[in-house]
T-cell receptor
Framework: KAGVTQTPRYLIKTRGQQVTLSCSPI?????VSWYQQTPGQGLQFLFE???????NKGNFPGRFSGRQFSNSRSEMNVSTLELGDSALYLC????????????FGDGTRLSIL | DAKTTQPNSMESNEEEPVHLPCNHS???????IHWYRQLPSQGPEYVIH???SNVNNRMASLAIAEDRKSSTLILHRATLRDAAVYYC??????????FGTGTKLQVIP
């Protein structure tokens, strides 16, 4: 059974640009969550999608957005990139929204120059 | 938001049991306790979860205190591959989970 797939694995952008990251959940999983991981702040929750609807959102500015498609695949977008957006972005999927275990991808490493 | 408390780091000798503690001061009655671990350059990996009763799986055991204010992840025989950062979280129905700083486990050969 394939795991959570995130593309691309690595990305380099410059300040002011925008970026789109992709996540393919485990087959049959309907909930997708996104996290930002930095050495200083640790793992921080960005948002969660279920049935194409954003169900929860963390404390991030509006530059961070996402969406989920009918096949449960998800994308997140960051506009007007800042140096502080350099991080590992992780996607996790679970069967249903709720208290079920999450399965993480290996992330997209985003570097802002 | 739910917040757990864990020691920053722990050490264990290889092939010895390891008990990783977690305090759940804000846990509510319907929150599940989940444990994850993260190896270098990888995303977190699910380890085990439970609600009230102790749980076992092929990776580890989870002991949950009767008042649910604390839990302990037990690795029965630590191996070098168990060296990782271990996170405990409280999973709520709306999945707005909060990962703390976790416990960095060092396994000494």
């Amino acid at each position: 059974k394939a795991g959570v797939t995130q593309t691309p694995r690595y990305l380099i952008k410059t300040r002011g640009q925008q970026v789109t990251l992709s996540c393919s959940p485990i087959s049959g999983h309907r909930s997708v969550s996104w996290y930002q991981q930095t050495p200083g702040q640790g793992l921080q929750f960005l948002f969660e999608y279920f049935s194409e609807t954003q169900r929860n959102k963390g404390n991030f500015p509006g530059r961070f957005s996402g969406r989920q498609f009918s096949n449960s695949r998800s994308e997140m977008n960051v506009s007007t990139l800042e140096l502080g957006d350099s991080a590992l972005y992780l996607c996790a999927s679970s069967l249903e929204q709720g208290r079920q275990p999450q399965h993480f991808g290996d992330g997209t490493r985003l570097s802002i120059l | 938001d739910a917040k757990t408390t864990q020691p920053n780091s722990m050490e264990s000798n290889e092939e010895e049991p390891v008990h990783l503690p977690c305090n759940h001061s804000t846990i509510s009655g319907t929150d599940y306790i989940h444990w994850y671990r993260q190896l270098p350059s990888q995303g977190p990996e699910y380890v085990i979860h439970g609600l009230t009763s102790n749980v076992n799986n092929r990776m580890a055991s989870l002991a949950i205190a009767e008042d649910r204010k604390s839990s302990t992840l037990i690795l029965h025989r630590a191996t070098l591959r168990d060296a990782a950062v271990y996170y405990c979280i409280e999973a709520r129905g709306y999945q707005k989970v909060t990962f703390g700083t976790g416990t960095k486990l060092q396994v000494i050969p």
